[in-house]
């Protein structure tokens, strides 16, 4: 049988004279990707996301370098720190029950803030000499390599999962996630260089916006790394409210508000935060809404929205769009340019929404590293 | 990926003279903190406060 005389015409006709070799070509990758098909997409998806962990691997180990380099560099650490930071590093946090709701945010903010108080009590037993702005870094740095960490164990564990058991339909749902988990981890990853030199970060356009209004008025400290302003602007009084900077911490705007609330009437608040851009939208475009402007776990907007509904306070909004990126990592040009607008917005609000003789509460919300008041 | 450029972000401080209003534009160094009197102004005898500091990124 001559297996060279085949011609092109004979390759799409199944008439009697069809070449051998052809019907082979035909039938050998049905037969191959019926019983095989699965084996085949698990393969080649397998080295994409094995090339995903990789990376995951090394930003992790990136990012607890640049810790530990850190505190070597800038504060005398005690022996035992590479001890305690990988101790650190494996904490978990164990949310409460929701299996009845009634209480949970409560429990949720207990259990945050314990977690929160323990880490930074014992970071700062690993230095004598760590100054409070200092404590912040070291525990903002240690949350993202912390963060980085269990990323890495999460996908590594889906994924070793799913190759165990052969199991396609298992590494699908890894497949389509892994683009946006690692967008946010390199997200983490470029942040690190912003919160160890205490530059702003992109979510610190609300403290920066708050923060020079701030500026030569008499400041207090009214709840935990929080810090405020009275001034009075055109006939109204202003409490102007923000984390307590230029140290990298978000505060406690919600423990903050009920205490201004429990001596004083508060008419309005306008809170001014970072937001996330949808695809297509532009970074550092402004939008105005209302309620309340605050990420997180919840806990925080879950406190303001109550005391804002208890007292009956209309609460408006700000907000400065930009990517996940922009939010942890240095300040880009584009949202640093939008200060002055935003808080010619905020003093405009103010005359819509407000009489003379009210009292109005601004709130910069983000973190607020490297951004003074 | 054999296509996708290096991109690198230059840290940049903005100075604002209280007096005279002018703007300076330099590289960030270490220890510069938003709001912070800096240096003496150029233009008059005024000191120059910092306004912005913001990352600009340009590809390779």
Redesign the interface.
Known sequence: MNFTNFDFDQLFSMSDDTNPLMMLVWILPIILFVFYGQQIQLFVTSREIKKGIAKLDSFREESRTELINYLKNNLKVKDDHLKKIDKFLDYFTIMPVDMDPNGIVDKVQHTVRSREDYTRTHVKSMSLEMSDIELTKVQTLLEIASSLQMIYKIINHMFLTAKKQNNYPLILPLQMILPFIMEQAEAMKDAIP?FK????VGDGIGP?VV??MM?EHQKENIAFQTSLSQIDFEGRKLFLLKAE??GSTVGRPADALETITMKNKIDAIIMVDAALKMEGEDSATTAQGFGAAIGGIGTERFQIEAIATSKKIPIFSIVIKQSVKEAI?????E???T?EDVRAQVFEMIHENTSQGQSVLIIGVGNTA???? | MIFSKKKITTAYTVEKCTKCGTLTKRKFHDGDVLFTKSTKCNSCDGLTRIEKIFGETIEQ
């Open positions: 912003a030199s205490g530059q702003p920066m923060g020079k500026l900077g230029p990592t240095l300040m880009t040009k949202i640093a340019d200060a490297g951004v003074p008041q």
